[in-house]
């Protein structure tokens, strides 16, 4: 079993920054992928960034220029600094990895969510 825990989600203003951080932890041979995703009421979860297992990052068009994926590997953890927030980046933000286990399975797993609020 893999474990997601996420901090630092918060109310900022807009224009302001927040830096979101996952760390994974349990059964775990190797990350093939993690990163950020969110869901704003009403909407669909959608992918904000995310890094492969290459390091290869991918980003979603609306966040592109603001905001910036990094990672720590040796601590299985990723991080997403946020600037030049707007209110439409309001949304719960979950982390995802895609990890292969120690018996050669992959699977997805999810954090709790985190709460990001953009408003004045």
């Known amino acids: 079993q893999v474990q997601l825990v996420e901090s630092g989600g918060g109310l900022v203003q807009p224009g302001g920054s927040l830096r979101l951080s996952c760390a994974a932890s349990?059964?775990?041979?190797?990350?093939?992928?993690m990163g950020w995703y969110r869901q704003a009421p009403g909407a669909q979860r959608e992918l904000v960034a995310t890094f492969t297992s290459d390091g290869i990052t991918n980003y979603a068009d609306s966040v592109k220029g603001r905001f910036t994926i990094s990672r720590d590997n040796a601590k299985n953890t990723v991080y997403l600094q946020m600037n030049s927030l707007k209110p439409e980046d309001t949304a719960v933000y979950y982390c995802?990895?895609?990890?292969?286990?120690?018996?050669?399975?992959?699977?997805?797993?999810w954090g709790q969510g985190t709460q990001v609020t953009v408003s004045s």
């Open positions: 995802n990895a895609r990890v292969l286990s120690y018996r050669s399975a992959i699977n997805d797993y």
């Open positions: 349990g059964s775990i041979f190797r990350i093939n992928a």
